[in-house]
């Protein structure tokens, strides 16, 4: 099987995925794929109203539920492990939490939450944070 080939939503389901389960992120109550958080901007001329497109992450990481701890954005492996974080850098001034970008052979983290730290952190595909580690 040829990874350059695949999908972003099969980078999700093969690598991804996978890598937040060995973590110990809960499927069930921790991981939110696929999901809007915004409804997208109203805008006004005159009157004609209309609604912009809803922002939507790939992955939303819960500590408990509705409490977002983390935010992922994934691209294909045709992409860098980075391509994703410029996309996702608007989301931490709308969620407060720190962001993850990546491609499948990797994570790149980017902390604003915490001043004192590195901006951007390359992590391993089998070193994602588990929650409690993202809490720290």
């Keep these: ?3 350059r080939s695949l999908s972003e939503r099969d980078i999700c389901s093969m690598f991804i995925t996978p890598a937040l389960h060995g973590a110990g992120w809960d ?9 809007g ?8 001329r005159g009157k004609l ?10 992955y939303i990481l819960n500590y408990k539920p ?8 994934t691209k294909d ?7 994703g974080i410029q996309q996702a850098l608007g989301y931490p001034e709308i969620l407060f939490i720190p962001v993850f970008s990546s491609n499948g052979d990797g994570f790149l983290f980017h ?14 595909l089998g070193t994602f ?4 580690d993202l809490l720290k």
Excluded: Y
């Design 37 to 44: 958080f915004t409804k997208g901007r109203i805008i006004v």
């Design 66 to 73: 509705n409490i977002p701890q983390a935010l992922i954005e």
């Design 77 to 83: 492996t045709t992409r860098c492990v980075g391509d």
């Design 129 to 132: 944070p588990s929650p409690a």
């Design 111 to 124: 902390d604003r939450t915490d001043a004192g730290a590195a901006a951007e952190t390359p992590l391993a």
């Design 49 to 58: 109203v209309t609604r912009r497109q809803a922002k939507r992450a790939d």
């Design 27 to 35: 499927p069930m109550t921790q991981i939110c794929e696929e999901v």
């Design 1 to 3: 099987m040829d990874k």
